[in-house]
Nanobody, 126 residues
Framework: QVQLVESGGGLVQAGGSLRLSCVAS????????MGWFRQAPGKERMFVAA????????YYAASVKGRFTISRDNAKNTVYLQMNSLKPEDTAVYYC???????????????????WGQGTQVTVSS
């Protein structure tokens, strides 16, 4: 099993920044591809960003590209999401996810991921 714990959420004004962290424990973090998803009230959980196990490749949703940056530190078993130029529409619960096994989907699909954190709330005021 893998445990994921997110932190760093909070309330910020539009245009501000936050950095989310997700610490993993229980298995070999450096072998997992990692992703961030978000879920707004009444909406589905949506892909935000993903990073390969090596950190060499990063992927973003169109809505956050150029504003958010995903990174990882395998020595610290941690993946980060730096969020800049935040907008009210970025308000959501943000979830960290780990992809250990190939489940027949893509990194953009929440069904591909095997482990999830409990989420951290991000609220952007206008």
């Amino acid at each position: 099993q893998v445990q994921l714990v997110e932190s760093g959420g909070g309330l910020v004004q539009a245009g501000g920044s936050l950095r989310l962290s997700c610490v993993a424990s229980g298995r070999t973090f450096s072998s997992f591809d990692m992703g961030w998803f978000r879920q707004a009230p009444g909406k589905e959980r949506m892909f935000v960003a993903a990073i390969r196990w090596s950190g060499a490749n990063r992927y973003y949703a169109a809505s956050v590209k150029g504003r958010f940056t995903i990174s990882r530190d395998n020595a610290k078993n941690t993946v980060y999401l730096q969020m800049n130029s935040l907008k009210p529409e970025d308000t959501a619960v943000y979830y960290c996810a780990a992809d250990e096994f190939f489940n027949g989907s893509t990194r953009y699909d929440r069904n591909e991921y095997d482990y999830w954190g409990q989420g951290t709330q991000v609220t952007v005021s206008s």
